[in-house]
């Protein structure tokens, strides 16, 4: 079975650009979120979604938002990017959104100019 | 305070040897508890999963909750350079809607 795949997987922006990150869940999990890492950091929550809906939210600006669509598969929008946006951006999927047993993807690797 | 503490390392041990990974927190509604290990510029791979106190054992590895003292940990028995890696503790109160509260990581150095 495949696992969570993100896309792209490495991209350049420069500040004040938009970015979309797209993820697809592994098959039959219903729940999708998305994590910041900064280099020398943990992962840092920034939402989670299930059956299309918004469930959580981390601490992050507005310029954060995402959907989640009728396939389970999620985008990641930021917006009026940001040096310190620069980060790696890691998807993670669940069968049940109240555990936390959360299986990642590779990530997105951000870089912003 | 941060709410989940992890010593950065790096952490250098000898091939064969116990490895001790710990973690402490401070939120006592914590009562899902995770490691992952996580190899340079990879994404994350779940290695233990623990709901409330007590031990759990897969393989090499042992994962043990101790809610009273807010404190866990990670053995890795017969340590192989293949284990060199991050390995980040992570934790949540169930529910789902604040998501995971990782540690920075340790970063774990098996020599050959």
């Known amino acids: 079975d495949a696992g969570v795949t993100q896309s792209p997987t490495h991209l350049i922006k420069t500040r004040g650009q938009q970015v979309t990150l797209r993820c697809s869940p592994i098959?039959?999990?219903?729940?999708v979120s998305w994590y910041q890492q900064v280099l020398g950091q943990g992962p840092q929550f920034i939402f989670q979604y299930y059956e299309k809906e918004e469930r959580g939210r981390g601490n992050f600006p507005d310029r954060f938002s995402a959907r989640q669509f009728p396939n389970y598969s999620s985008e990641l929008n930021v917006n009026a990017l940001l040096l310190g946006d620069s980060a790696l951006y890691l998807c993670?999927?669940?069968?049940?959104?109240?555990?936390?047993?959360?299986?990642f993807g590779e990530g997105s690797r951000l870089t912003v100019l | 305070q941060k709410e989940v503490e992890q010593d950065p390392g790096p952490l250098s041990v000898p091939e064969g040897a116990i490895v001790s990974l710990n973690c402490t927190y401070s939120?006592?509604?914590?009562?899902?508890f995770m490691w992952y290990r996580q190899y340079s510029r990879k994404g994350p791979e779940l290695l233990m999963y623990?709901?409330?106190?007590g031990n759990k054992e897969d393989g090499r590895f042992t994962a043990q909750v101790d809610k009273s003292s807010k404190y866990i940990s990670l053995f890795i028995r017969d340590s192989q350079p293949s284990d060199s890696a991050t390995y980040l503790c992570a934790m949540n109160r169930g529910g789902g809607a604040d998501g995971l509260t990782f540690g920075k990581g340790t970063h774990l150095i098996i020599q050959p």
């Open positions: 939120n006592s509604a914590f009562q899902y």
């Open positions: 623990t709901y409330s106190s």
């Open positions: 098959s039959g999990h219903k729940s």
């Open positions: 993670a999927s669940s069968q049940d959104p109240n555990t936390g047993e959360l299986f």
